[in-house]
Nanobody, 120 residues
Framework: VQLVESGGGLVQPGGSLRLSCAASGFTFSSYDMTWYRQAPGKERELVARINNVGGSTNYADSVKDRFTISRDNAKNTVYLQMNSLKPEDTAVYYC??????????????WGQGTQVTVSS
């Protein structure tokens, strides 16, 4: 099982980035997918969630109307489009898979994270 995030980097305030999380080793369409982030000295927080078929999404208030989560089940990939980035968005971003369909519900997998730094 692997979740591999990519797309992080350094961006100026007001800029955009698109994160990707490529999944392998499990039935992607049986899992809700989420993005979390953790800034230095802070707890990990939920950023966005999308259900297993992509029909429902939820966002933290701090990113609503700026970030968009999407998924492509044919490519086993979930995305996070981040626009109008602010310095307070600086964090390591992680993707997480949660099994919601089939046996052994509730199994969780985490990726290794990708750094996003918003700075001028």
């Amino acid at each position: 099982v692997q979740l591999v995030e990519s797309g992080g980097g350094l961006v100026q305030p007001g800029g955009s980035l698109r994160l990707s999380c490529a999944a392998s080793g499990f039935t992607f369409s049986s899992y809700d997918m989420t993005w979390y982030r953790q800034a230095p000295g802070k707890e990990r927080e939920l950023v966005a969630r999308i259900n297993n078929v992509g029909g429902s999404t939820n966002y933290a208030d701090s990113v609503k109307d700026r970030f968009t989560i999407s998924r492509d089940n044919a490519k086993n990939t979930v995305y996070l489009q981040m626009n109008s980035l602010k310095p307070e968005d600086t964090a390591v971003y992680y993707c997480k898979a949660i099994k919601v369909r089939g046996g052994l519900l509730g199994i969780v997998y985490w990726g290794q994270g990708t750094q996003v730094t918003v700075s001028s």
